[in-house]
């Protein structure tokens, strides 16, 4: 393992800027993306304490696919993560690989909620945002390891939170134009799956709550998925503008049994624990 040190962090972190200004777009094909995306997942795979559960794998990606594939959307695989921590975050990697931890999970109060951030999730793969900032790492040419340079720092604090950092610091730390295109996709996909999207604001709500009660669960989420009640009242203008829908899920037994089980699961391994 390649330990990161701070220069190093640095360095992809100007490279990043270098990269993002006057650079011609150098366009990472969609099989580049998912091979790019499974080196990346595999390396974060074997540093975060993935939930092996069957079935709680199997219904995060039940879901979660059910969410994505429909008419108009990538054609590619998704493959969906529940992560032992107990630290509120969601991030997707290129080529569709998304993390979700149990933090963010058991604070979801109905499947409209836990869907909503699965579609969030989904619109960033959709739109793109993480392969162009692959685009812009490979044109700054700083991609070589890069899995490893970003996951290798020493876990410190809370929640092996240098892995998480370091991975969504590159494909989750989203602009705000990022973030309501994700939102609008996800308002979009949702009542197609047949769920209500408006857990996407009771969550939102939610999280901008916690964070008044205790800022150090959600520090991440919020450095890497700006979230201002700005962009609550963009999602709920986008839902009021739908054309009216009935019969919408707002949940289902399936998402209590499976909250109750991911509940019930081993305690994270102590550094995925919240220090408070
Ligand atoms: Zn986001």
Not at 24 to 49: F, H, K, W
Not at 163 to 169: F, L, M, N
Not at 227 to 256: G, K
Request: with cysteine.
């Amino acid at each position: 393992m390649i330990q990161a040190t701070t220069s190093l962090r640095r360095t992809l972190a100007l490279g990043l800027v270098a990269g993002s200004v006057g650079v011609t777009a150098c366009g990472v094909s969609t099989q580049q993306e998912i091979d790019m995306g499974r080196q990346y997942a595999a390396e974060i795979n074997r540093q975060l304490p993935i939930v092996t559960d069957p079935q709680v794998h199997r219904y995060i990606n039940e879901l979660g696919n059910l969410i994505q594939r429909q008419e108009g959307n990538r054609d590619i695989p998704y493959t969906f993560y529940v992560v032992n921590s107990e630290e509120i975050n969601a991030f997707a990697v290129p080529g569709g690989f998304v993390y979700i931890n149990r933090g963010l999970i058991e604070r979801t109060d109905n499947l409209s909620e836990l869907a909503g951030v699965l579609a969030h999730e989904i619109g960033h793969v959709e739109a793109r945002h993480s392969a162009e900032m692959m685009e812009r790492m490979q044109a700054a040419q700083v991609g070589v390891g890069l899995a490893s340079i970003l996951l290798g720092g020493p876990p410190s604090g809370l929640a092996g939170a240098a892995v998480d950092v370091g991975a969504t610091a590159y494909f989750a730390r989203h602009s705000r134009e990022a973030e309501n295109e994700a939102d609008a996709i996800a308002v979009r996909l949702l009542p197609s799956a047949g769920i209500d999207p408006a857990g996407l604001v009771t969550f939102f709500k939610e999280l901008i709550e916690e964070r008044e009660r205790t800022p150090s669960t959600l520090e991440q989420w919020f450095s890497t998925h700006p979230l201002t009640e700005e962009r609550i009242a963009n999602v709920r203008n986008l839902i009021q503008a739908l054309p009216p829908q009935q019969n919408l899920a707002i949940t289902s037994q399936t998402y209590q049994t499976f909250k109750q089980r991911v509940r019930s699961l081993p305690a994270p391994p102590a550094q995925f624990r919240n220090r408070d």
